[in-house]
């Protein structure tokens, strides 16, 4: 099981980037996925959530109304579309899957299940986002 993230790189304030999230081993069609960002000497920080449907998403203040989640499960493939780019957006970007869920499950848990990266059992390598000013 694998999770590789791509799409980072180099763009000024205001800019945009897509980054994207192909998983393999096993289709996640029945695992809630999220996308968190580590900036250097930083702990790691939620971004955002997309439910094993796409059909709910939670997002940090920081990020509302610029970045957008998404997940094409056909293609087996998250995104995460960052529009207005700023300099302290400047991280590497992982993403994170949980495991595949039970009809019962996918719904349990609360928003701020979510947000705590020990809610997701596998882990993308990371892709790095630099913005500059």
């Known amino acids: 099981v694998q999770l590789q993230a791509s799409g980072g790189g180099l763009v000024q304030a205001g800019g945009s980037l897509r980054l994207s999230c192909a998983a393999s081993?096993?289709?996640?069609?029945?695992?809630?996925m999220g996308w968190f960002r580590q900036a250097p000497g930083k702990e790691r920080e939620f971004v955002t959530y997309?439910?094993?449907?796409?059909?709910?998403?939670y997002y940090d203040d920081s990020v509302k109304g610029r970045f957008t989640g998404s997940r094409d499960n056909a293609q087996n493939t998250m995104y995460l579309q960052m529009n207005n780019l700023k300099a302290e957006d400047t991280a590497v970007y992982y993403c994170a899957a949980t495991r595949s869920l039970g009809a019962d499950q996918k719904y349990r848990y609360s928003e701020n299940y979510y947000r705590r990266s020990t809610s997701y059992d596998y882990w993308g390598q990371g892709t790095l986002v630099t913005v500059s000013s």
């Open positions: 081993g096993r289709t996640f069609s029945n695992s809630n």
């Open positions: 997309i439910s094993w449907s796409g059909g709910r998403t």
